[in-house]
């Protein structure tokens, strides 16, 4: 089993007005095997923890500490961070014009094994992987996400995440866009990966309809940088039925996204 540790994470972007905080003491311990979810309202910092895990050059980390199996891990670059099993699914997928999807996958690939795949399985895995996720044959020629619909890009960034096999997986607001049939084909990608036990799940969303699909072990409420409240799957229904009216303090502000 491994582990990924986050103690009392402070976190801020800098601001023509200056250094803004936006995670303001996290503290979250995932295992592999189990599924997070992180729900709260817009600007709670939600994807600042993704971007900060996966080491997004804009976020400062001004205290607190994130390792993995005990690893240091602000002190690996991004590509490490990779290589030591942290996968980020984009809430906004880039497009890479001149990279195809075939290139990509397989250069990626190498870079986080050390050595490149056997072409024979590689070639079957991949057909194998965006047939179970819908993704037509003639997208490996295409280029990465270049005039892909929203969410043809989202099954692209699981079908990265079947192939690559991450120790934990942070999707951020991977829902987003998605009508229900993309949203159970990319659900069902997750849960493949997840139910050989060897991952680590930590889910971002605002809405509750993806955890209908991806249960949660443990919900976990972000608001105004903090983890406000803390359950299981149950603390999901409730915040489908009152909302988040209840956590937050008229007249209060948050920061970052």
Do not use: C
Not at 69 to 92: H, T
Request: aromatic fraction near 6%.
């Amino acid at each position: 089993m491994s582990t990924l540790e986050i103690k009392d994470l402070h976190v801020s972007i800098n601001t023509e007005q200056g250094n803004v905080p936006i995670l303001k003491g996290v503290t979250l311990t995932i295992n592999t095997g189990e599924t997070h979810a992180i729900m709260g309202p817009n600007g709670s910092g939600k994807s600042t923890l993704a971007s900060t895990i996966a080491g997004h050059p804009r976020y400062i980390v001004d205290s607190g500490s994130i390792t993995l199996d005990g690893e240091d891990v602000l002190e690996m670059s991004v590509d490490e961070r990779a290589r030591a099993g942290l996968f980020l699914a984009m809430q906004y997928p880039v497009e890479v014009p001149g990279v195809t999807m075939t290139n990509f996958l397989r250069t990626a690939k190498t870079a986080l094994d050390g050595k490149a795949p056997s072409l024979r399985h590689w070639t079957k895995d991949v057909k194998e992987a965006m047939t179970q996720l819908r993704i037509d044959a003639d997208f490996a020629q295409r280029n990465v996400n270049e005039g892909f619909s929203g969410g043809e890009k989202k099954r692209v960034e699981i079908l990265q995440l079947e192939l690559f096999k991450p120790r934990f997986a942070i999707l951020d607001e991977t829902d987003s866009g998605l009508d229900v049939d993309a949203l159970k084909v990319v659900s069902e990608g997750v849960n493949r990966e997840h139910g050989k036990g060897n991952m680590g799940t930590l889910l971002i969303t605002h809405y509750t309809r993806i955890l209908r699909y991806i249960k949660p072990d443990f919900v976990h409420v972000f608001v105004d940088g903090r983890i406000a409240e803390e359950g299981g799957p149950e603390l999901a229904d409730r915040l489908e039925e009152e909302g988040y009216d209840r956590f937050l303090v008229p007249g209060s502000a948050t920061a970052g996204a």
